[in-house]
């Protein structure tokens, strides 16, 4: 028999003819093209690129300290302004003219500059607010001052050219002789009147007067700085001030006899201070090995306290008397392996430019604040501590069968009152307490969610304070700020708006810059006095270069919970070239909380997990879950404990379905989930409790496994078990489902990728995932991410088209491009100059 096979390949059919005894059969199929990925699209908005498209967003005020003005910068696609706003004369002028300044300054400089580009570094206003002073880098090299040889390496330096500007005049002046100073060290803990400087060195705390602390400042390595030692009895891991923690081991022993920070929070007259000191000593080891260190590869040893360990960090509060240069242990003991805290006084906005702003703590001369927590996280005590006599007061005490959340109370009258955060009745609202305890009122309630005190204002008795979900129809995540009376009268919405809201006061509670957006608004930002009352627009962001590449903003929905009861909101992302005739596969970029949920209520310039990767061809998701949220109810918020690795995938997996049943457009067979920290473990949790449903997953950096994660995070999220013996012994005991035991159940396709120094989640909680899955006879993909912290760093870029290789090959089928070896999106991107 005689065969004679014809292949006509086409666009879209195969033709194949057969010949056999004299006789002739055409078989005809219809072949669709290869799917493919919009890899050209999605390259299209790169962070790089996104910089370029997109600039200010907001506006950030610095106010001024004799009266109510501020100045901001704004920056568009026509450049860079600097403004001075006086609210009340109700006026906004640029602070200089551009083109003229930038030909002063290219008189002076004699490089070129123009109004476009003008590079002001550090301006800020004089004591008198009469005139501003900036710098700008030239490209004359000189001698750096602590150099001789201008051919040693590193010894040269751009100079910097100082200038004044006086406002009414419009007259810029060079300061001569001017040399930059150097920034404030970070191990400097000044005193509120700058007579002395408390640092670490070698685990034992120190101290320097404010003329060695400027020799400091110009040349740390100065041989004729004096300073004088406070302790001698400090170790690592039991220091009074930093371990080095972040260092590997090598540069650990190196650094030691260097200067390192002492946090610690001062009286404010400067007589006192205090320092919470703990002994980690007993707390067993982690390490990780940095394998792409110049030369050998380095260890770095960390403690790292896990789940249940009974092996706990010791909390101390020490209060030190400056004046007689000694310290005293405070007895602020109440429960097993408690954590303290000492409050520090707000900062007040009109410091924000002062760089040697001091730490002081909440309170008086007399007294200060703190606060200390149960290890199960269910108590906690809200007390002072009276400096003379050391006597440790509780004032609040806060109790519940989950865990309790507080914040830093507001001082009333300096501390006669204090105004307390609780969630005590299901719903995070404020307290009216007197100076010793006793509730005098609920100041707000009601089935709304209070976030944080703004201001204070004592003479009116008037609280300025930001809440979510009291303005009906709108998203309950919005927020907005108020004012209320102390009593409880008088709640009024200062910045009403269907957005999201985000207000700067200033210290006298007369004015307040309101900016807000929702994910498919341009940003705006307005004025507002004290009462609510509109005082102008300031600006609204330029998104014409963003909309000019085909940006489309994406689409909020509601949904429902697994439950059919409780409302999820969320946002979709689509193809900016997106079709309602195609079927799409949907991926989910997910985040489980508690902290937060992973879905923006604002318009956000960081796209890479939702709008580029819609770009490729996919609807993508965010949506809330069932206790992924503080700012919703206790009841919703604390839905996952006891439950912490299934919680969230019941309404990750309902909400899919109800879209599906929606939108045609959506292909409900080809789903993927992805996610970063507890998004990287919630996304692989869901490949193996639902493993019929989602087909493709990329878990980045997951705690697959939170017996080995950081207790703080597991116990208090997930519970832990206190018990007391016939003895009185308290001991804890944790026990929690992890994403390896459910390995055997793997269906769809599965990346992980971790950093391999992850000293925040361990790498060890993806290798035992991949230990189970092999285990299991799994095929599945594995990348380290070599010499990078939690968050991936500069490989951020890379880990992302690995991802979006990944879903391309799995859900859209495209094989094509995972084939090249070059990452040609990302590379287009970087200059190949070899730097």
Not at 808 to 827: A, C, Q, R, T, W
């Amino acid at each position: 028999m005689k065969k004679l096979y014809k292949f006509l390949l086409g666009a879209q059919f195969l033709s194949l003819t057969v010949a056999a005894q004299n006789k002739t059969f055409t078989l005809t199929e219809n072949i669709q093209p290869q799917p493919k990925a919009n890899y050209q699209l999605a390259s299209r908005f790169s962070p790089n690129k996104l910089k370029k498209m997109v600039y200010s967003t907001a506006v950030d005020p610095h106010w001024l300290k004799l009266s109510n003005r501020f100045w901001y910068t704004f920056e568009s696609p026509k450049g860079k302004f600097w403004y001075l706003v006086d609210p009340a004369a109700k006026s906004k002028k640029l602070m200089f003219d551009n083109a003229k300044l930038a030909a002063d300054i290219t008189l002076i400089v004699r490089d070129p500059f123009d109004a476009e580009h003008l590079p002001l570094e550090n301006l800020k206003f004089a004591a008198d607010e009469k005139s501003i002073s900036f710098e700008i880098k030239s490209t004359v090299e000189e001698l750096k001052k602590d150099r001789k040889d201008k051919k040693a390496a590193d010894s040269m330096q751009k100079k910097i050219f100082s200038f004044k500007y006086e406002l009414a005049s419009a007259k810029l002046t060079e300061v001569p002789n001017f040399s930059k100073p150097k920034p404030k060290p970070s191990w400097g803990s000044v005193a509120p009147d700058s007579s002395a400087i408390i640092f670490s060195r070698n685990y034992n705390l120190y101290w320097m007067d404010k003329d060695n602390y400027k020799k400091a400042v110009n040349n740390e390595e100065d041989s004729t700085i004096v300073e004088h030692q406070l302790t001698k009895d400090g170790v690592k891991f039991y220091s009074y001030g930093s371990d080095g923690d972040g260092e590997n081991n090598v540069e650990n022993e190196k650094n030691n006899k260097k200067r390192r920070g002492a946090y610690v929070l001062w009286s404010p007259n400067s007589k006192y201070f205090v320092l919470d000191r703990t002994d980690s000593r007993k707390v067993k080891d982690l390490w990780v090995i940095n394998s792409v260190t110049p030369g050998r590869p380095t260890l770095e040893t960390y403690k790292y306290q896990m789940p249940g360990e009974s092996e706990a960090p010791q909390d101390e509060i020490l209060l030190f008397d400056f004046a007689a240069k000694s310290y005293k242990k405070l007895n602020i003991s109440a429960f097993k392996d408690q954590s303290v805290s000492v409050w520090s006084k707000p900062a007040l906005n009109k410091d924000r430019d002062n760089e040697f702003r001091p730490s002081i703590w909440l309170g008086n001369n007399n007294r200060f604040y703190f606060s200390r927590t149960s290890r199960d996280l269910k108590r906690i005590d809200i007390g002072t501590v009276d400096i003379a006599t050391g006597k440790v007061t509780p004032l609040i005490d806060e109790r519940f069968n989950t865990y309790v959340e507080v914040n830093r109370p507001g001082l009333v009258n300096d501390g006669k009152e204090l105004i307390h955060w609780s969630e005590r009745d299901g719903w995070a609202h404020f307290y009216l307490f007197d100076e010793n305890g006793k509730l005098k009122n609920q100041i707000t309630k009601g089935a709304f969610h209070c976030e944080s005190i703004v201001n204070i204002d004592e003479k009116k008795r008037i609280l300025y304070f930001t809440a979510n979900g009291r303005e009906g129809k709108e998203d309950p995540y919005y927020l907005h700020l108020y004012s209320i009376n102390f009593d409880g009268s008088n709640m009024k919405l200062l910045n009403a708006g269907d957005f999201d809201h985000l207000a700067n006061m200033n210290d006298n509670n007369t004015f307040f810059v309101d900016n807000y957006s929702r994910v498919n608004t341009a940003p705006k930002a307005t004025l507002y006095d004290g009462t609510g009352k509109k005082v102008m627009d300031l600006e609204t962001a330029d998104l014409s270069l963003l909309m000019a590449a085909g940006y489309k903003f994406p689409e909020p929905f509601k949904v429902k919970a697994d439950d059919g009861i409780t409302d999820l909101y969320g946002v979709m992302y689509k193809p900016f070239d997106f079709d309602p005739n195609k079927k799409y596969p949907i991926i989910e970029y997910v985040y489980p909380g508690p902290q937060t949920e992973a879905v923006n209520k604002a318009f956000s310039k960081s796209m890479d997990r939702t709008e580029r990767l819609a770009q490729f061809g996919y609807i993508v998701i965010t949506v809330g879950n069932r206790g992924g949220n503080p700012s919703r109810s206790k009841w919703y918020h604390t839905y996952g404990y006891g439950n912490l690795r299934d919680y969230g995938l019941a309404d990750k997996k309902t909400a899919i379905e109800q879209l599906a049943a929606k939108y045609s457009f959506i292909d409900e067979s080809k789903v993927g989930i992805t996610g970063h920290s507890g998004g990287g473990f919630m996304s692989t949790a869901a490949m193996l409790v639902y493993p019929d449903f989602f087909k493709a997953a990329v878990s980045n950096a997951g705690n697959h496994d939170n017996s080995i994660y950081n207790r703080w995070w597991s116990e208090k999220h997930h519970g832990v078990k206190e018990t007391i013996s016939l003895k009185g012994d308290t001991s804890f005991k944790y026990s929690i489902d992890k994403n390896p035991d459910l390995a055997k159940n793997l269906k769809g396709h599965l990346l992980l990728m971790h950093g391999d120094v992850d000293n925040n989640v361990h790498p060890a909680n993806s290798i035992r995932v991949a230990n189970a899955l092999m285990k299991a006879g799994k095929r599945f993909d594995f990348l380290i991410i070599p010499g990078q912290r939690h968050g991936f760093g500069d490989m951020t870029e890379y880990a992302f088209w690995k991802l979006a290789d990944h879903f391309n090959k799995y859900l859209i089928g495209d094989f094509s491009e995972p084939s090249d070896v070059d990452l040609v999106e990302m590379d287009r991107d970087i200059e190949q100059n070899g730097k």
